[in-house]
Structures are given as C-alpha cells and as structure tokens.
C-alpha cells in the first residue's frame, strides 16, 4: 500500500514537472524573440543615426590622374658633323675621342684648290680695281687752260678743261662701282673658302670621332665628329597624337629609370612640336587607318628640362615619365554623385535654408576619391556626399554634419 502511495506521488511530481516545461519553454521562446526586436531596433536606430546626411563644401582641385610616356636622356646641347662632299676632299679631323672644345674650335678640315683659287683670283681683281682708283685720283689730271688777254679766248680755253674733269669724275665712279662688284665676290668666295673649316658651335666633350668614311654621294650621312655638353642634359621623346590634346607645355613630370628604381627625377615639359616627325609617316599612319580607328597614330616630338639634379641620369639611358595633371576644376567626392535612369547625372546641393535641390551636373574626369565637375556647380556650394533613395527635392535638411 505504501508503495502505492509512493508511485502516485512521483506520478504527480512527474506531470507537475511537465506541467512547468510546457509552460516554460513558449516563455524562453517568447524572451528571446523580444531580445532580438530589441537589439534589431536598436541597431536599426544606430543604422538610422549613421545614415545622418553629410555635407562637403565643392572645393578645387585636380584628380590624381596622369598621362604615361618614355623617352630618353640625352644632351641639351650637342653637334653632328657629317661629311659633306661638295666642301672638298676631307683633308683632316683636327680632333680626338675626350678632346674638351671650345665654340669656334676647328674640328674638320677639307681640302678646295676650285674654293682657294676663287678667293685668290677675287682678291687679286679687287686689288687691281683699287690701284686703278689710286691711279686716277692721283694722277689723272685736266688739262690747264692757257692764260690770254681775252676774255673771249678766256672762255672757250676752259670748256675742254671742264669736259676733261667730267670724263675723270665718270671713270672714277666707274671703277667705284667696279670695286663693290669685286668686293662682293671676295666675300662670297671667302665664304665658301671658310666653309672648307668645319668650327665648333657648342662647348663640350668629343664621343665621336670617324675619319674612315666613303668619298661616295651615299655617304653624306656619315658622321665625323659628335659633341655633347654632358653639363645640362634633357629627355627626349615621342608622344602619341591620342596624348596631344592632354599635354602642354609647363606640366610638371616625374621622371624614373630601370637603372635606379629607387630614384625620382623632376622636370616639366619644355617643347611639344606641332608637326608629327615624319609628316609622310603621318598620311601612312593616316591611310592605314583607312577610317576605322586603327593604326598608332602620328607621333609628335616633345622635350623636357630637368628642374632637380640630374645626379646618376646618363645620356642615352631609357627612362619613364608621368604627367602630372595641372588642370584645376570642381570637385566633389565621387559619392555625391547619383545617375538617373535617363543617364543623367545629379548631386543633391542644400541652399543657405537648408532646402535640398537636385541640381543635373557634367562630369569630368575622377580618381578614387574624387569627381570632376565641369557644370552646375561652384566652389564652396554645399553638396551631401551621401544621398539616400527617400531624399526629395525641395525637402527641408533639418539636421546633418558637415565635414570638410
């Protein structure tokens, strides 16, 4: 019996226990489902406090972006000395490899007796011209008109006398006119006597020289000597005309070198020829294209002056050149910008109140961070850099950061 009574005991501990499970379990279920509306409304009210509008003032700037070139060290100043046939027979280079020149210094002479006796025939017809005139005017005089009583007789011993006089003035501005002719050719015989010495017109160092070279027509485009001046030393190169319209005279570049990786130079840009370097090259590039949009292109030649110290850079090294973008223009982070489904491009600008308009802007050219805008907007106008979908226009911005 005890038993019995034992066993209906824990029976009723058992279901009391289930009793408590059922009823506990839906209220554990119910707890946890409100400690996650919770925490969700809280972070929905973080989420809502992050989103608070920011605003950026336009400012003015240029985008961090850049044109890429190569081109090649090589001497500001610098002289080629070709063979040149038509000077005479090449009688000698009157310099060395490593000679330091001086402008004006004869490095190439040639050999003209055609150029020499030309010059000596000129000299010799001027000098006679001028013992002609020396003759005349010293010893050419009038014949002097006999005195007499007459007058008469006076007068007509005199008219030959002024006729005589006439005929010597006459001979004298002729042989006067005959020596400007004979100076003349003495000066342009001189000239071409002159060019048979091949002078120096830079000041530098010899790094060529060749006196091996063909007497031949062909050979004309042989070089004799080659000077540079390793002092000031530039880069040379060739840009694309798909550059041209980017670049212009005065923008700054950074120069780098395989040789030196851990280097930089400094230069800007100091010539951009308006001409392609090879002007029928140019029509070939033109006519290969044939209209599609293939071919290279012209190439353009350009220079730059270093503007650091040139330190390790050796002419003929290979080089690398960045541009650097001068340009200035509005800009605005490039989050600020919202395309429509028409392709047109907003920003959402606040007036002085505080009203939000939705202004259609241009765009220019942007990096990372940054948005060209090149219409419908001005420096210092406030524009919120992070829009969202429910902002309208003409709504009123009650609260927002602005930053800088």
């Known amino acids: 019996m005890d038993d019995f009574h034992q066993e209906e005991k824990e029976m009723k501990k058992l279901k009391k226990w289930q009793l408590t499970a059922l009823i506990a379990v839906p209220l554990v279920i119910v707890v946890v ?15 809502g406090l992050d989103s608070k509008p920011l605003v950026q003032k336009a400012k003015e700037g240029s985008v961090a972006s850049s044109v890429l070139l190569s081109g090649q060290v090589s001497a500001n100043n610098e002289q080629y000395i070709y063979y040149d046939s038509t000077k005479g027979d090449l009688e000698g280079v009157l310099v060395n490899v490593g000679d330091q020149v001086t402008v004006g210094q004869a490095l190439v002479q040639y050999r003209n007796t055609e150029a020499q006796s030309n010059y000596d025939s000129a000299v010799r017809a001027l000098n006679k011209i001028d013992r002609q005139i020396y003759e005349l005017q010293n010893n050419g005089t009038a014949p002097t008109p006999s005195p007499t009583a007459e007058g008469e007789e006076s007068g007509e011993s005199t008219a030959p006398a002024v006729n005589t006089q006439q005929s010597l003035d006459s001979q004298l501005k002729d042989l006067q006119d005959n020596r400007a002719d004979a100076a003349d050719k003495v000066n342009s015989s001189k000239l071409l006597l002159d060019a048979t010495t091949v002078l120096s017109t830079v000041e530098g160092t010899v790094v060529e020289v060749n006196r091996d070279v063909s007497k031949s027509t062909t050979g004309s485009n042989q070089t004799l000597v080659h000077i540079v001046n390793n002092g000031n030393l530039q880069v040379k190169g060739e840009l694309s005309e798909y550059n041209l319209a980017n670049l212009s005279v005065d923008q700054e570049v950074s120069i780098t070198s395989k040789v030196y990786p851990d280097k930089t130079w400094t230069g800007k840009i100091s010539y951009i020829s308006n001409y392609p370097k090879d002007a029928q090259q140019a029509s070939s590039s033109a006519s ?41 223009a509005i800009l605005i982070p490039v989050s600020s910008v919202v395309t429509d489904e028409d392709g047109k491009n907003y920003i959402w600008k606040l007036d002085d109140k505080g009203i939000a308009k939705k202004v259609e802007v241009t765009l220019g050219n942007a990096d990372a961070e940054n948005q060209e805008v090149t219409s419908g907007l001005a420096k210092d ?8 979908a429910d902002l309208k226009d003409g709504q009123e911005v009650k609260s927002y950061e602005e930053i800088n």
């Open 33 to 47: 489902v409100l400690a996650m509306l919770f925490l969700n409304q809280k972070s929905g009210s973080q989420e």
């Open 288 to 328: 290969a294209a044939g209209g599609s949009g293939g071919g290279s292109g012209a190439k353009y030649p350009f220079t730059i002056d270093f503007t650091s110290e040139i330190g390790d850079l050796k002419q003929g090294f290979s080089v690398n050149i960045e541009v650097k973008n001068n340009s200035k």
């Open 381 to 388: 106008d406030k524009v919120i850099i992070n829009p969202t």
